[in-house]
C-alpha cells in the first residue's frame, strides 16, 4: 500500500526531499516528522510514513491546528495505521482546553485506532465532555468503559459535582462501591458535599463509618466534609458531637459547625460560637461573617445584617462580592426593593465589581418594582461587563420586560438565548400570560415542548394561571386535568393554587372551596398562600362557619406558626362577628408583629368595643411597636366610638408631632365623624376648612350624616351643596338637599334646586340582603313576593313594625336613606330577620346578615327591638359599618 497522504495548508517548494529533524536530533523549534514530496501529486500533499504518523499529529497539535490533525484520522483509519495512547491524549487535552467538543466527538468515534484500548483515554475523554458541559456525553463514554478504576469514578463524579447534580453524585457512591472501587480522601469530600446539599445524611453517617475503617479519620478535609454533612442536614446534636471530638480544627471546622446553627435559625448560639473560635485562636475572616450575613438576610433580619456587615468592617474586613450579593438579595426577597437598588448602586460605588447572581437579583428587583429605566441601566451594566450572555441574568431580563409591559423587548432577548433551559421558556411564557397574550403563551407551550425541553410544574402553573386570569377557566381546567395525564408531572400545591385564586378573581368562591376540599380529598397539604387566599373571601357574616372550616385546616397542617396566617384568621373571625375566637388567637400568639395589633385593635373597633381598642393600644406601646398608619386610624375610630373627643384630638395631634406620620383622607374623616358622634359640628366645619389636603367626597358625607343624626339644617345644606359640587348627578344628596330648603322655608332656593334635579326615585338601586340558615345561604330583595312563605314574612314583619313606638325627636323630619320602602316594598333586612326567627323550629340566637345598600332609620329600630323582645344578637353589616345589636342596642350608637 502507498504511503498515507495528508493534506496541507502549507505550500512546500517542490523540491528535493526535504529533510526534517527527528525527536533525536537537538532543535528549539517543534519537531516535524519526515516527510518527502512527490513531483506527480499536488504541492498540497504531502506523504506520510506509517512510523511518523503519531509524529506528524504531534506537530499539528503543537502548532494549534488542531483540525487539521482530526481530520487526518479518517485517513489514518483508511490507511490501516494505529495511534499511540499518548498522541490521542494530546489531542483530547488540547480539545479540552478550547472547549472544541465537536472535535472531540471525532475522536470518540475513531478511539478504535489505538494500538490498545487504554483506561486511562476514556477517563480523559469523560473529563473532556464534562468540562465542555456535555454532561450526557460523558455518562454515555463512562458507562461503555471497558474497565473503571478510581481515577474514571472520580472524573464521573467530579463531571456530576460541577453541574451540582447532586443526587447523581450519590447514586455514583453506591455504584462505585458495588463495583469494590473505595473513593480515597480527595473523592469522599466530593461525595459528602454532594450528600449536604440533598440532605441525604443516612449516606453521610454510612461514608463517616467507611472513613473510620479505613483509617482516615484524622483526615481533616474529609472530617469536615463529615462536619458539614450533620449540619446541612440539621443533625445539630451529631454535628457538635463529632466538632467536639475533632483532634484538629481550623477555619473550615468552625465555619461549618457555624453554619449548621445558622441555618436552623439558632442565630444566637452561632454568635456564642463565633467567640469560641475566637478564644481557640482563630479570628473570623470574610468567609464567617458572610454565613452570618447571609443567614440573617434569609431569615428576614436585613437590618440585623447590616449592623453585622458594619462590624465586620470595623474588624477591618472589606466586604465581597458575596457580601454585597447577600444584602441586595435579602432586601429584595423582604419587598425592601428600593433599598437592595440602593445597595447594588453602593456596591458599585465603592468599586467591587457585581457578579451574575448580583446582576440577576438587581434585575429581578426592578422586575419586582416596575422599575423599567433602573432595569435597562442594569442591562447595560451586564452588556459592558460581558455578562449579557448569562442565561440567569437574560431569563431575568425577560421577566423585568415582561412585567414592564414591554414584551417585545422581551422576546428579543428570548430570542438571543441560544441554549434555552426551562426557566428561559417558562419567564417568556409567563410574560405573555401576566400581559393577557394566552394565545401566544400557548404556542410558545407547544414549541417548548417540540425543542426537546419539557415544560415542568410551573411551567403548567402558569399556564393555567394565566387562563384563570384571562376568563378562560374551561382551558385552565383542562390544562389542570392534562397535567399528570401527559407525562411525569406531578400536580403541586401551587397547581391547586392557581384554580383557587382564579375563581375567587372573578368571585366564584364557591367553586374556590369546592376546589380547596377536592385538593383535601387528594391529599394535597395547602400552604399559607392557599390559606391566605381563601381567609379574605370568607371574612364576613354569612361565612362564619367557613372560616372555622379553614381554620381547622390550618391545625390539622400545622400551619398555625405562619404570622401571616395567623393575623389572617383574627381578621376574619373579626369581620365575621366572632370577637372571642379572634382574642383567643390573638393571646396564644408567641410572635406578634405590628399587623397583628392592628388587626385585633380594628376588629375591636368594627364590634364596637372601643375601650378594648384603647387598652390594646397601650399593650401596644409596652411591648415598643410604632404606630403607624393603620393604628391612628383604628384608634381615632374607638374614641369616636367612646366619645373621647378630646383623646382622639390628641391622637391625631400625636400622628405628625411626635411620630411623624402624615394623616391620609380616611384620618381626616375619622376626625370628623369624632367631632360629628359627639354633636360638636361646629368644630367639624373648622376641622374641614382647617384640612391641609382639599377635603373629598367622603369628608363632606361625614358631615352631613353628622348634620342629619343632630338635625343642624344649616349645616346639612352646607355639606350638601359640597358634595353636590362633587357629585352632581346625585340624585339621593339631591334629594336631601331639596328636603332642607323646604324644610328651612326657603321658597326660591329649593325651587332653583328642583329645577335642576333631574333625577328620581326610581334610580335608586333596589336592596339586596344575604343570610345563613342552617348552612344554605338565602337571598331576599326588597318587596320580594317570590318565596313560598313569602305572606307569613310580610305579616310577621308589619305585626312587629306596629309595636314599635315612632321617635318623637327631630330625626323623623330627616330622611337621607339609599331606599324608600313606600317605593321598593318591604326592606330585604327585614324579610331576612323574619325568615331566620319564622323558619327555625328553635328561636335563632345569632342572626347574621350582609345587605348592599345602608340600613335605614326604620329597619334600624326595628332589629334593636326585636333583639330586646326575641333575646338574639343580630349582626348586620352594611357598606358603612357592621351592626352589633343586642339587648335593644347597637354597636354603632345609632350613629352610620
Not at 471546622?253 to 475566637?278: D, F, P, V
Amino acid at each position: 500500500m502507498e504511503g498515507l497522504v495528508v493534506h496541507s495548508n502549507s505550500t512546500p517548494p517542490l523540491a528535493t526531499p526535504l529533510k526534517v529533524e527527528t525527536a533525536s536530533e537537538h532543535s528549539s523549534k517543534p519537531l516535524k516528522p519526515h516527510v518527502s514530496f512527490n513531483k506527480t501529486r499536488e504541492p498540497s500533499s504531502i506523504k506520510l510514513d506509517p512510523k511518523t504518523t503519531d509524529a506528524y499529529l504531534n506537530y499539528l497539535c503543537m502548532n494549534g491546528r488542531l483540525s487539521e490533525a482530526v481530520a487526518a484520522l479518517d485517513s489514518i483509519s483508511q490507511s490501516g495505521f494505529k495511534v499511540r495512547s499518548h498522541t490521542l491524549t494530546r489531542l483530547i487535552e488540547s480539545c479540552t482546553d478550547s472547549k472544541s467538543t465537536t472535535l472531540g466527538h471525532k475522536l470518540y468515534q475513531h478511539i478504535g485506532l489505538l494500538m490498545e484500548i487504554d483506561p486511562f483515554i476514556e477517563t480523559k475523554l469523560v473529563g473532556m465532555y464534562a468540562k465542555c458541559g456535555y454532561l450526557a456525553d460523558a455518562r454515555r463514554v463512562f458507562d461503555e468503559m471497558h474497565e473503571r478504576d478510581l481515577y474514571a469514578w472520580s472524573a464521573m463524579i467530579g463531571a456530576c459535582s460541577r453541574e451540582r447534580r447532586w443526587r447523581d453524585v450519590v447514586d455514583l457512591f453506591y455504584s462505585m462501591m458495588q463495583e469494590g472501587v473505595v473513593p480515597d480522601d480527595f473523592l469522599f469530600p466530593k461525595i459528602l458535599q454532594a450528600c449536604g446539599n440533598c440532605r441525604d445524611v443516612e449516606t453521610g453517617k454510612l461514608i463517616h463509618s467507611i472513613v473510620i475503617r479505613c483509617g482516615m479519620s484524622s483526615e481533616i478535609r474529609v472530617n469536615n466534609t463529615i462536619l458539614a454533612v450533620y449540619a446541612k442536614c440539621g443533625e445539630l446534636s451529631l454535628a457538635r458531637k463529632f466538632f467536639d471530638k475533632m483532634d484538629g480544627k481550623d477555619k473550615v471546622s468552625w465555619n461549618s459547625i457555624i453554619t449548621g446553627y445558622c441555618l436552623t435559625g439558632k442565630i444566637e448560639e452561632a454568635r456564642w460560637l463565633l467567640s469560641l473560635m475566637q478564644k481557640d485562636g482563630f479570628e473570623p475572616g470574610l468567609v464567617t461573617w458572610n454565613i452570618f450575613i447571609t443567614s440573617y438576610n434569609q431569615l428576614g433580619n436585613c437590618d440585623l445584617a447590616m449592623e453585622v456587615m458594619k462590624e465586620m468592617e470595623g474588624c477591618g474586613i472589606t466586604p465581597d462580592v458575596v457580601t454585597w450579593t447577600s444584602m441586595v438579595s435579602g432586601l429584595a426577597q423582604s419587598n425592601r426593593i428600593v433599598q437592595a437598588l440602593d445597595m447594588f448602586r453602593e456596591m458599585l460605588l465603592v468599586g467591587v465589581e457585581p457578579n451574575a447572581v448580583t446582576l440577576m437579583t438587581a434585575i429581578s428587583a426592578c422586575a419586582s418594582f416596575t422599575a423599567l429605566w433602573k432595569g435597562m441601566e442594569l442591562h447595560s451594566i451586564a452588556v459592558k461587563m460581558g455578562l449579557d450572555e448569562d442565561v440567569l441574568i437574560r431569563n431575568s431580563l425577560i421577566d423585568l420586560y415582561s412585567k414592564c409591559g414591554k414584551l417585545e423587548a422581551a422576546r428579543q432577548v428570548f430570542d438571543m438565548i441560544l441554549e434555552k433551559d426551562v426557566c428561559t421558556w417558562n419567564s417568556m411564557i409567563s410574560g405573555y400570560c401576566q400581559a393577557g397574550y394566552c394565545g401566544k403563551a400557548h404556542d410558545l407551550f407547544m414549541s417548548m415542548r417540540q425543542s426537546g425541553i419539557a415544560p415542568n410544574v410551573i411551567t403548567w402553573n402558569v399556564m393555567i394561571t394565566g387562563h384563570m386570569q384571562n376568563g378562560d377557566e374551561d382551558l385552565a381546567m383542562d390544562l389542570f386535568q392534562r397535567m399528570e395525564k401527559d407525562g411525569t408531572i406531578k400536580r403541586d400545591t401551587a397547581s391547586w393554587n392557581s384554580l383557587i385564586a382564579g375563581y375567587l378573581q372573578t368571585g366564584q368562591k364557591n367553586k374556590a372551596l369546592g376546589i380547596f376540599r377536592q385538593m383535601q380529598l387528594y391529599c394535597v397539604r395547602p400552604n399559607p398562600v392557599t390559606i391566605l387566599s381563601l381567609l379574605p373571601a370568607c371574612a364576613n357574616l354569612v361565612d362564619a362557619k367557613k372560616v372555622k372550616e379553614i381554620h381547622a385546616c390550618v391545625f390539622r397542617h400545622n400551619l398555625g406558626s405562619d404570622l401571616s396566617v395567623l393575623n389572617s384568621l383574627i381578621d376574619s373571625y373579626a369581620k365575621a362577628g366572632n370577637l372571642v375566637y379572634s382574642r383567643k388567637i390573638f393571646d396564644r400568639m408567641s410572635t406578634k408583629d405590628i399587623v397583628t395589633w392592628n388587626t385585633m385593635i380594628a376588629g375591636s373597633v368594627l364590634l364596637g368595643c372601643s375601650n378594648t381598642a384603647l387598652a390594646l393600644l397601650e399593650q401596644m406601646k409596652n411591648v415598643g411597636l410604632k404606630l403607624n398608619r393603620g393604628t391612628f386610624l383604628s384608634v381615632i375610630s374607638a374614641c369616636g366610638l367612646g366619645g373621647m373627643v378630646e383623646k382622639g384630638k390628641q391622637i391625631f395631634s400625636s400622628m405628625t408631632e411626635d411620630y411623624f406620620v402624615l394623616p391620609s383622607m380616611e384620618h381626616y374623616v375619622a376626625m370628623v365623624h369624632l367631632f360629628g358622634r359627639a354633636g360638636r359640628l361646629e368644630e367639624a366645619v373648622e376641622f374641614i376648612e382647617n384640612m391641609t389636603i382639599e377635603p373629598d367626597f367622603s369628608v363632606w358625607s361625614a358631615l352631613l350624616i353628622a348634620c342629619k343624626v343632630h338635625g343642624n339644617v344649616n349645616l346639612a345644606i352646607y355639606a350638601g351643596e359640597r358634595l353636590l359640587e362633587l357629585k352632581p348627578g346625585n340624585a339621593l344628596i339631591q334629594q336631601f338637599v331639596l328636603q332642607m330648603y323646604a324644610i328651612r322655608g326657603n321658597s326660591d332656593e329649593s325651587f332653583n334646586a328642583r329645577k335642576a334635579y333631574k333625577g328620581n326615585d326610581t334610580e335608586r338601586s333596589l336592596g339586596w340582603s344575604w343570610i345563613e340558615v342552617r348552612n344554605v345561604v338565602h337571598t331576599f330583595v326588597a318587596g320580594d313576593q317570590s318565596k313560598p312563605n313569602s305572606e307569613i314574612l310580610h305579616s310577621w314583619v308589619k305585626k312587629m313594625a306596629g309595636e314599635i313606638r315612632k321617635p318623637e325627636s327631630h330625626q323623623g323630619l330627616f330622611f337621607l336613606e339609599e331606599e324608600n320602602e313606600e317605593i321598593s316594598g318591604v326592606h330585604s333586612e327585614k324579610l331576612a330577620i323574619a325568615f331566620a326567627l319564622i323558619g327555625s323550629t328553635q328561636a335563632s340566637k345569632s342572626i347574621r346578615i350582609i345587605k348592599n345598600l345602608r340600613i335605614c332609620s326604620d329597619c334600624h329600630r326595628l332589629a334593636k327591638f326585636i333583639s330586646m323582645t326575641h333575646g338574639c344578637k343580630i349582626y348586620l353589616k352594611d357598606p358603612a359599618c357592621l351592626h352589633h345589636i343586642k339587648d335593644g342596642h347597637c354597636s354603632c350608637g345609632d350613629y352610620w
